[in-house]
T-cell receptor, first 114, second 114 residues
């Protein structure tokens, strides 16, 4: 039973437009959420996170939105750039982000087209 | 943040043998974790490597198959024992720097078992 779901295996977006990556979760105990970006042959790189006490967190071109009632979060990238082409993983933690491992989704392959 | 290295970066091993993967961090960290990413799947937590005590394993993973050592605050090893083709995966270590909730990942070890 997957507790973190990314239902879109891939997403294609034109350069300069907005990329929206979605993530759903089922475990009500999750209280901290993270997005990672992964290039081939490299480990995941931390991108942005959000605590369950917030509904939005912004860092430059990246914004994460959290809808607790819907158990849904999304990552917005504006404007999308060619270097954003990668696999994006949504991850969640049930212990306030500390002292525990993360539960990951299967990832969404984002392709930015010129 | 933290700089994490893993050895080897990749290996091809025969069925029935064992492989030990090393993870080195450039600073002392409290929490170290080992994950596995099977082809087309999400990252799955294997265990938390505790310094000075036995590792804590997730459901479905056992110490006899994946023995872990954590001799100090900058180093850990994961051994994949009595390998079968189903063990072919990318194995990643990650660390959580104290007081920072994000986990940082190493580049991964790509293991192929024939």
């Amino acid at each position: 039973d997957q507790q973190v779901k990314q239902n879109s295996p891939s997403l294609s977006v034109q350069e300069g437009r907005i990329s929206i990556l979605n993530c759903d979760y089922t475990n009500s105990m999750f209280d901290y959420f993270l997005w990672y970006k992964k290039y081939p042959a490299e480990g995941p790189t931390f991108l942005i996170s959000i605590s369950s006490i917030k509904d939005k967190n912004e860092d430059g071109r990246f914004t994460v939105f959290l809808n607790k009632s819907a158990k849904h979060l999304s990552l917005h990238i504006v404007p999308s750039q060619p270097g954003d082409s990668a696999v994006y993983f949504c991850a969640a933690s049930a212990t306030g982000g500390g002292a525990d491992g993360l539960t990951f989704g299967k990832g969404t392959h984002l392709i930015i087209q010129p | 943040s933290a700089v994490i290295s893993q050895k080897p970066s990749r290996d091809i091993c025969q069925r029935g043998t064992s492989l030990t993967i090393q993870c080195q961090v450039d600073s002392q960290v409290t929490m170290m974790f080992w994950y596995r990413q099977q082809p087309g799947q999400s990252l799955t937590l294997i265990a938390t490597a505790n310094q000075g005590s036995e590792a804590t394993y997730e459901s479905g993973f056992v110490i006899d198959k994946f023995p872990i050592s954590r001799p100090n605050l900058t180093f850990s090893t994961l051994t994949v024992s009595n390998m079968s083709p189903e063990d072919s995966s990318i194995y990643l270590c990650s660390v959580e720097v104290q007081a920072i909730t994000e986990q940082y990942f190493g580049p991964g070890t790509r293991l192929t078992v024939t």
